[in-house]
């Protein structure tokens, strides 16, 4: 069982990064997709400028 902790470890560590990689990309392309809606709205009083 000492020989599999090293392996268990980086599993872990690997599956650990790929999840937050995945939520990172996520994220950007949620940010991009309403940035690119807020600019297709029409606002003459600048009330969405925040």
């Known amino acids: 069982m000492v ?3 090293p392996l268990l ?3 872990f ?3 650990v990064l790929r999840i937050e990689l995945g939520i990172s990309h ?3 392309e949620e ?3 309403l940035i690119d809606f807020k600019r297709g ?3 003459p009083s ?3 400028s925040s």
């Open 3 to 5: 020989g599999r902790t």
């Open 9 to 11: 470890v980086l599993s």
């Open 13 to 15: 560590f690997l599956a």
């Open 26 to 28: 996520g994220c950007r």
């Open 31 to 33: 940010r991009k997709a």
């Open 41 to 43: 709205l029409h606002d």
């Open 46 to 48: 600048d009330r969405l």
